[in-house]
């Protein structure tokens, strides 16, 4: 286990560089996924002319500059596509390549996910922090351990959305329909995460629900630690429901792999 | 024509009869539909509980525009986009060589071959919120309004699919298309709100750049006898300028075709 440990731990430099020359070899590919990844914008433009007048709820048009332009943020250095890539290595066989290497699928997509991000960010994270920081300056908290808990919430975000998503791609062992599995997985994800509309908009009862699934703690908790003043409770089921969600999420995706490994039969060479 | 209309007719027959081979999906399809639309029409109902009007658009209004939303979706994700997947499929293959081969354009051959036949469903749920939006109006559409609602459907799909064509012949340059189709996908998105609530930048994007505004609002306008004669004209002429477009960029991509096999 020990040795296992190890040999990860020096592949990982390795697997990094590769990640970053995967990125640049499909720059095209690339740049449609940070394209796509801006919606936040999109939202952001409907509902700051739905505030125009007067404030909405209790959200005026730079409260939703502040909560989207966040969100933005966020999904940008959360947001993940391994679902994508696990079906389509299953698919065509390439499984079987990363089989045979030493280290644990989980951790190369993950490295390769990594290695992605400074470049993924390069284009949209400057000018959203600097708008942000003008625009929306006023709506920000300015709690220091909000600030201070906001670079592991984010962190725990991105392994929260990278467990459920590698659980989606491990299920491309069983299934043949797992596009419509992840298809599934953003209608819920755009609902229940704060994504499409702040939560504390949503009816009642669907904001409690939103409240026991595991969707908000990808996207919306470190929003809410960013853009509102949370007293010590709140901010402590959003952390505490965070490392719930890691811990449940990594058993999940973890066993679903191993159940679907021992079915894995490589297709092509 | 004649032929490819028979061709037409075989395909559709063989994808129901695939998709009857599958029955448990009935079901599934049918609980996705639901959610779907229950989904599709949330935000406008918390945006319609704090507010009488945005834009000049009331609820029952919006509610014509979500209708269009979803049957456009409906004829997208059952006739357009399944057959667009197998293309990617296809090229990234080589099996594409064979298409071409065939004595039909290959275009309509693309275009035209495979179905998801329960996105019905979805088209009926359409209709209902539509049925629902003028009830909740109090009068139903004058017979010429729905006539040219009907028609502006049609252009609405036909801009659509020609915007999906452009897409699929990106991938005989860049063979990875499937990301740029989710892209397309969550741009098509927006077309669920009536272009006019947008700020005056996002707007001239999604009538001009991205034409969402041809794809539903202003069907949905014409449908509720607001679309003035200059804004008919410019959507029927601008979904079959699309349509041409997307003609011609499709017969210059498929010439820098290489086949993937041997």
Redesign the interface.
Known sequence: MRSAASRTLRALPTLLRIGVAEVVA?R??FL??V??MT?PL?ML??W???AREAP??RYSSADFVAYFLATLIVRQLTGN?VA?QMSEDVRSGAMAMRLLRPVHPFFTYAASHLAALPLRSIIALPVAVVLLASAGAHALTSDPIQLALLAPSIALAWLITFAFMFAIGALAFFLTQTM?IAN?YF?LF??FSGY??PLD???PW?AGLARWLPFRFMLSAPVELLTRSLDGERIALLLGGQLAWTAILLAVALGLWRAGVKRFEAVGG | MTRFLRLLAIQLRISIASAMAYRANFVLEGAMSVLWTSITLLPLIVVFEGRDQVAGWDAPSALVVISYFMAVRAVLEGLISPSLVDLVEKIRSGSFDYVLLKPVDAQAMVSASRYEPWKVFELAAALAVAIYAFVQRGAPPAPADLALGIVLFGTGVIATYALWILCAAASFWVVRLDNLMYLLGAIFDTARWPVHVFPTAWRFVFTFVIPVAVMTTYPAMALLGKLDLEHTLATVAGALALLVISRVVWRTAIRSYTSASS
Request: no cysteine; glycine share 4%; hydrophobic share 70%.
């Open positions: 499909y095209a590919e449609v996924w394209l796509t919606q999109i433009g409907l700051t002319s739905v909405f709820a596509w994508w419509a599934l209608a755009s609902l499409l509309l908009l949503l009816p669907i």
